[in-house]
Nanobody, 120 residues
Framework: VQLQASGGGLVQAGGSLRLSCQAS????????KGWYRQAPGKQRELVAD???????NFADSVKDRFTISRDNAKNTMYLQMNSLKPEDTAVYYC???????????????WGQGTLVTVSS
């Protein structure tokens, strides 16, 4: 089982990006948890999470600019980022709990990270 984050890149301030997090492999069940980011010299922080019922939470710094969603049929979670600011520059990681086929336990998985760079 793998969790692949993609969609990062270089964008000017005020621009938009959409990150994707796709799970692949022998997946029995998946609970997407959320997106985190880590800026240079800083600790990893929660950007947005999504609960099993669909409710969402956002860091104050990204409220009203970012949205989080998932497509269970595609085993994919998204982070739509609008009105990007230079301070959004970071490596973005996705997180999910996945139960592999034939296994009863959920395990914690992280995507490899995708770099978002916002120029001023």
């Amino acid at each position: 089982v793998q969790l692949q984050a993609s969609g990062g890149g270089l964008v000017q301030a005020g621009g938009s990006l959409r990150l994707s997090c796709q799970a692949s492999g022998s997946i029995g069940s998946i609970n997407f948890k959320g997106w985190y980011r880590q800026a240079p010299g800083k600790q990893r922080e929660l950007v947005a999470d999504i609960l099993s019922g669909g409710s969402t939470n956002f860091a104050d710094s990204v409220k009203d600019r970012f949205t989080i969603s998932r497509d269970n049929a595609k085993n994919t979670m998204y982070l739509q980022m609008n009105s990007l600011k230079p301070e959004d520059t970071a490596v973005y990681y996705c997180n999910a709990h996945i139960r592999r086929v034939g296994v009863a336990t959920y395990y914690d998985y992280w995507g490899q990270g995708t770099l978002v760079t916002v120029s001023s």
